[in-house]
C-alpha cells in the first residue's frame, strides 16, 4: 500500500546450494553393480517366489491340520498308551461292516465307517479272513488292517466240533470253515491210525488188541467234540492232534478219575447220601468208547444217556442183538428215523441189526457225557431189566423206554407215523435246497 512502511523482513540463514553427484562412468557402472539397481532387480525377482512360497506353507499348513485332525478323529489309536493285547474272532460269514463295529464294540476302533472305506480303498476287502487275532488299543486303523489282512501265521481261528459228529462230518465243517485244505486229506488222515498210536494210549491199546482193523475210520471216537482255538497256519494232522490229545483228557478224566461211589441229596431229608453206580467193567476202553457212541447217537438229551445206556448193557448181558438204528445208517449215508427193513437187513459190521454185540468200531465222536454213561449205566434201569426204547416226537428228543416187547411194539406204532412225516418233511427240505443250490 502506497506510502506505508514495510516491516522489515526476518532474515533467514541461507542454506548452501546442493548440486546433484556427478558420476563419471566408473561410478555409475559400479552403483548399477552392487547398488541400488541391483536390488531392485533382485526384488522383482524374489517377489512372486516369496508370495508363491508364503501360499504354499499357508495351503501345508491348512492341509497339516486337517490331516491331524482328521487323524486324530478317525485314525489313531484308541488308547496309544495301552499295549495289552486283545483277542478278537472273526467269525465265518461276518461282513466287513459287521467286522468293523466289533472292532468299534471291542474299543479297538475309533470309526466303523472309516474302516470300511479304507480296507476297500486298499484293496484287501478279500484277504481278511475269519479268525481269532492278537490286537491292541495301541495299534491304529492302518496296523489293525494290516494285521487282519495279512493271514499271520500266530492268529488262531475258533473250530467247535459237536457231539455225534463222525469223521465226514467234522472234514466236510473244518473245509467249510476254510481251516483245512483238503477234505480228502482230513479223511485219509483218519483212516489210519498208526501214526497217532503213539500220542495215544488208548488207540494204542485198541491197536494193540487188533480191534482196529476193518474199521471204515480208526480215528472215529477219538475226535474229541469241544471248542477249541488252532493256528491259522495249522495243517490237517496239527487239528487231529488237538483232537486226539483232548480226548486222551476226557479218558483220563472219566474212565480213570471216576468211582463206583457218588453222592446226591436225599429227597427225603435233604442231606447227602452215597450212592453206588454200576460200572460196565466187562467192556474194554475200547468197547466203552464204541458203546458211547451208540449212545451219542440214539439219545436226544443228556438226562437220558444212562438209560439208554441201560437198556444196551442189559441187552449186552442178555446176549441179544442192539438193533440200533444209527449202526444201521453208519455206512449208509442215511439220516432218517423211519428205517426200512432193507436198510435194517444191510449186512456189514457196523449193522447191529445183522450181528451180535457191539459194532466193529465207534460209529460217531462222542463227548464226555455220553462215555461217563457207557462206564455208568443208570442202576434202575439196569435193575428193573429195560431192554427197548424208541423216540417221540422227532423234534422234542424224549424217548420212550419199555421193559417188554409189546409196550416196544405200542410205543413204535403210535410214533412211527410221527417219524414218517418228520422224514418226508426233511426229504423235502433237502430236494428244495439242492434246487436252489443249482
Known amino acids: 500500500m502506497a506510502g506505508k512502511k514495510q516491516a522489515p523482513r526476518e532474515k533467514r540463514e541461507r542454506r548452501p ?20 539397481y541391483w536390488y531392485a532387480w533382485l526384488w522383482r525377482v524374489l517377489r512372486p517366489v516369496t508370495v508363491f512360497l508364503c501360499a504354499v506353507l499357508i495351503v501345508v499348513g491348512l492341509v497339516t491340520t486337517g490331516w491331524n485332525k482328521v487323524y486324530e478323529t478317525f485314525l489313531m ?7 495289552q493285547t486283545v483277542r478278537f474272532t472273526i467269525e465265518s460269514g461276518d461282513s466287513i461292516s459287521e467286522i468293523g463295529e466289533n472292532l468299534e464294540n471291542a474299543q479297538l476302533l475309533r470309526n466303523r465307517t472309516v474302516f470300511r472305506y479304507l480296507v476297500q480303498f486298499m484293496g484287501v476287502t478279500d484277504k481278511i479272513s475269519y479268525g ?9 486303523v492302518n496296523a489293525i488292517i494290516t494285521e487282519l489282512s495279512s493271514g499271520s501265521q500266530n492268529a488262531e481261528r475258533t473250530i467247535t466240533i459237536i457231539p455225534g459228529w463222525t469223521v465226514e462230518d467234522i472234514a466236510d465243517y473244518l473245509y467249510e470253515e476254510g481251516a483245512i485244505q483238503s477234505r480228502e486229506e482230513f479223511l485219509t488222515l483218519c483212516r489210519d491210525a498208526a501214526p497217532f498210536a503213539e500220542m495215544s494210549y488208548p488207540i494204542k491199546l485198541a491197536q494193540d488188541l487188533g480191534t ?57 431229608t435233604g442231606e447227602y447220601r452215597e450212592v453206588t453206580r454200576y460200572r460196565n467193567d466187562d467192556l474194554t476202553l475200547d468197547e466203552i ?8 447217537k440214539e439219545a436226544g438229551n443228556t438226562d437220558d444217556y444212562a438209560r439208554v445206556s441201560a437198556v444196551f448193557t442189559n441187552r449186552l448181558n442178555a446176549g441179544m442183538r ?13 439220516d432218517k428215523l423211519a428205517l426200512s427193513n432193507e436198510e435194517t437187513s444191510a449186512v456189514n459190521n457196523y449193522n447191529t441189526y445183522v450181528i451180535d454185540g457191539l459194532p466193529i468200531g465207534p460209529i460217531c465222536n462222542p463227548s464226555a457225557a455220553a462215555m461217563e454213561a457207557a462206564l455208568y449205566p443208570d442202576v434202575e434201569y439196569v435193575d428193573e431189566g429195560y431192554l427197548y426204547f424208541c423216540a417221540k416226537e422227532p423234534t422234542s428228543g424224549e424217548l420212550a ?17 410221527l417219524w414218517e412225516e418228520y422224514d418226508r418233511q426233511r426229504a423235502q427240505q433237502q430236494s428244495a435246497s439242492d434246487t436252489n443250490a443249482q
Do not use: C, W
Open 132 to 140: 481269532t487275532f492278537d490286537l491292541s488299543p495301541s495299534m491304529d
Open 401 to 417: 423206554f419199555a421193559k417188554t416187547l409189546e409196550e416196544h411194539e405200542a410205543n413204535v406204532a403210535k410214533y412211527r407215523p
Open 77 to 83: 489309536p484308541v488308547d496309544p498308551d495301552n499295549t
Open 212 to 268: 482196529l482193523s476193518g474199521r471204515k475210520y480208526q480215528l472215529e471216537g477219538y475226535l474229541a467234540p469241544d471248542t477249541y482255538r488252532v493256528f491259522r497256519s495249522a495243517t490237517a494232522q496239527d487239528i487231529i492232534n488237538t483232537l486226539i490229545s483232548q480226548t486222551n483228557t476226557v479218558i483220563d478224566e472219566v474212565y480213570y478219575g471216576s468211582n463206583e461211589i457218588e453222592f446226591e441229596v436225599d429227597p427225603d
Open 322 to 334: 442192539l438193533e440200533s438204528d444209527p449202526t444201521a445208517t453208519y455206512l449208509l449215508g442215511v
Open 289 to 296: 468208547i464204541i458203546l458211547a457212541s451208540l449212545i451219542e
Open 17 to 36: 546450494f546442493s548440486r546433484p553427484m556427478r558420476y563419471d562412468q566408473r561410478t555409475l557402472r559400479e552403483e548399477r553393480e552392487y547398488g541400488v
